[in-house]
Each structure stands twice: as C-alpha cells, then as structure tokens.
C-alpha cells in the first residue's frame, strides 16, 4: 500500500468536502512532506499529535474567502509498482504546478532541483 498517495488522498477529498483539518497517520517522510506543502502555502498548518504508536499528522487546510482550495490538483507521480526518477536535465512540470521532488539533499521543488543540479524521485504534483 502506497502511504504517501494515500496522504495526498486524504488531504484531497478533505478539501472536496471543506474540512478544516484532515487526520493521517504519521510517518517521517509524510510528516517532512506536509511541512513542505506548508512551506509552499499549500496548506495552513501541520503538526504532530499522539504519542509512538498512536501519531498522527493532523493537516490544516487551507481556503481563500470563497471557501476555494489552496490545492486545486494534488497528484502522486511515483508509484510503488513504477518508480519514476529523472536526472535534472530531464525534470519536466506543467506551468503553474510544483513538482516535489526527493533529492540526496532532501524534498525540492522541481526548479530548485534543477538550479542544484540534483535529480530524484519525482513524488508528486500539486497545483
């Protein structure tokens, strides 16, 4: 089971269905993720809640004054089936959007891991 599409499915239908906050079970790698939509402003808020076995990530979401989305497309790219890497000459992404990639330094933009030369993992679009 693939825990990051599952994630990005949460938050999705959380703002489908204008929830405030949205629940997902904790993992580092979720929880690095969330803080760098947070970073983008694609969501309002992150924070760790629980203890070991129990965490989770409750999510803020976030909305503009006519209760639209900040997040109007959140798509995983790499599956656990098909994997999709790409060097950073490769790195290809729809204007308007944000591909985050994994790097050896870390999650990136798809523009930041192009100007640093580091090519990754290609985790998701989100626009």
């Known amino acids: 089971m693939d825990t990051v ?3 990005l499915t949460i ?3 959380g703002q489908m269905a204008e929830k405030e906050t949205v629940k997902v079970p904790y993992s580092n790698f979720k929880f ?3 803080k760098f939509l947070e970073g983008l402003g694609f969501i309002s ?4 809640i629980g203890k070991k076995e129990k965490r989770v990530i409750e999510i803020s979401l976030k909305y503009d004054e006519n209760k639209q989305g900040a997040i109007s497309l959140i798509k ?3 599956k656990p089936g098909r994997r999709s890497y790409s060097s950073y000459e490769e790195l290809r992404w729809p204007k308007g959007s944000v591909l985050v990639v994994s790097t050896s ?3 990136m933009t798809a523009e930041k891991s192009r100007k640093a030369k580091l090519g990754g993992e290609l985790i998701c679009l989100v626009s």
């Open 32 to 34: 690095e993720l969330a």
């Open 105 to 107: 330094k870390g999650l």
């Open 45 to 48: 808020g992150v924070e760790k």
């Open 76 to 78: 995983k790219v790499s």
């Open 5 to 7: 599409a599952n994630m």
């Open 11 to 13: 938050i999705r239908n």
